[in-house]
């Protein structure tokens, strides 16, 4: 089973996002019993919050349920539990680098590093578009299936 674990500053906006959007892409190639996935932040601010209102509304416009989800904190135990940590910016990589005690087994990196144009995913918490932020999380989690697909890893 692989196990992934999505990481944002919140954990309200797009790694919950991206959580919802691999689960569903997994779900509809049939390889939910190989994946096993998740979501966490970087910081404490939002622990225990409901996903945004914002990211809620999109899954939902899309068909995608994302349940009772509730933000937690990434922990140093989530480095050896997690096969990938995948951040959505340059700031939460270095903030997950900071908790899992740097990334020896380079596990940790962005979403869209798997894209073909690698670059950060905007947070809606302050843009307020929660349409791009969708379209660059559908875009990461398809190209990191891609990858692993390319890889033989499922």
């Not at 068909?63 to 922990?75: S, W």
Request: glycine share 10%; aromatic share 12%.
């Amino acid at each position: 089973m692989i196990k992934i674990l999505f990481v944002c500053y919140g954990n309200i906006c797009r790694s919950p996002m991206a959580e919802y959007v691999m689960k569903d892409m997994v779900e509809k190639r049939g390889l939910s019993d190989c994946f096993y996935i998740d979501s966490a932040a970087t910081s404490t601010e939002e622990i225990g919050n409901r996903v945004h209102r914002g990211t809620r509304e999109k899954l939902q416009k899309m068909g995608i349920y994302c349940g009772d989800h509730r933000a937690r904190q990434m922990t140093w135990a989530d480095y050896g539990e997690y096969d990938y940590l995948i951040g959505m910016d340059t700031g939460n990589i270095r903030s997950m680098q900071r908790i899992a005690g740097k990334d020896p087994k380079k596990k940790i990196c962005r979403l869209l590093d798997f894209g073909k144009a690698p670059r950060d995913i905007a947070d809606p918490w302050y843009t307020g578009n929660f349409d791009e932020t969708y379209e660059d999380v559908k875009e990461g989690c398809g190209a990191f299936l891609a990858y692993m697909e390319e890889k033989g890893l499922f």
